[in-house]
């Protein structure tokens, strides 16, 4: 039986309310992304998180409509993907997107990856336009790291809402996290359960039986309780109402603080997928 979530908290970000929680769709295709999408929808989830790499915004935007909430329910975010940072390719690929989703406007649009190959300023301008023209409810970038989201930030004219970069217990992002504050950019967490590796880990798991909960929960509530916002993916509908029960306890100081002791120097479990600045920090 499956538990319908009441009501899902919401950051604020330079204007954007964003959801704490939404689901991941990465690797999610046909019948079951759109139908893991409609089901989420259906238990109280208001947030979904595709990019036209993930070659899903179909199914998602048919999740969407299948669930029966209302379009502007929902915090939709798609990412460009680098190859098309051109400022032309640029509005041609949001458009496209927008076409795939069966959306007028996304809520947030994000750059995908950085990518040194291009001028980052033109890229900038070229996604603040998609976003006057009405395209984007909001933007921001993926994957950036402190000197890059500084540029970014720089030459943007429209605001940045968020940075989505890996954010989960094994990985010390605490800089990254510092800087995103600083500039008022909400944190969006991407593989915020180490893509399920948190499953069986001693120290959430003990944390988690204190509470009644599984070592995925405390590991989510480890998240959104510093208000970053948690993108988790999975493919069985069982699961979604797990990884949505993280708002009905908190942990203490000390379980934070053992929390956060788990990072670890090889805890990145994403590669980098285009070259350039490597200066996470
Ligand atoms: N911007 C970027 O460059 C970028 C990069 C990576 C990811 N993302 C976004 O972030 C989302 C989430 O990240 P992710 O997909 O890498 O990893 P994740 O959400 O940390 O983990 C997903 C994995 O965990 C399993 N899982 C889900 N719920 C679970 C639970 N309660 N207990 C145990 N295992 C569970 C899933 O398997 P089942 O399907 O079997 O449940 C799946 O294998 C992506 O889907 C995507 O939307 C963005």
Known sequence: MQENITTVPAIDAKGARIPLLGLGTWDLRGRTCA????????????????AEMYDNEREVGEGLRASGVKRNDVFVTTKIWPSHFAPRELERAA????????????????????????????????LCKVKRDGLARHIGVSNFTVPLIDEALRLSSEPLVCNQFECHPFLDQSKLIAAC????????????IAKGRVRGDETLTGIGAAHKKTAGQVCLRFLVQQDIVVIPRTSKVERLSENAAIFDFSLGKSEMASIAALARRDGRLVNVVFSGPQDWD
């Open 35 to 50: 139908r893991v999408v409609e089901q989420a929808l259906r238990l109280g989830y208001r947030h979904i998180d595709t």
């Open 95 to 126: 458009r496209d997107c927008l076409v795939r989703l069966r959306s007028s406007e996304v809520d947030l649009l994000l750059l995908h990856w950085p990518n040194p190959q291009i001028p980052l300023a033109e890229t900038i301008g070229a």
């Open 181 to 192: 504050r600083e500039n008022g950019v909400a944190v969006v967490a991407y593989s915020p």
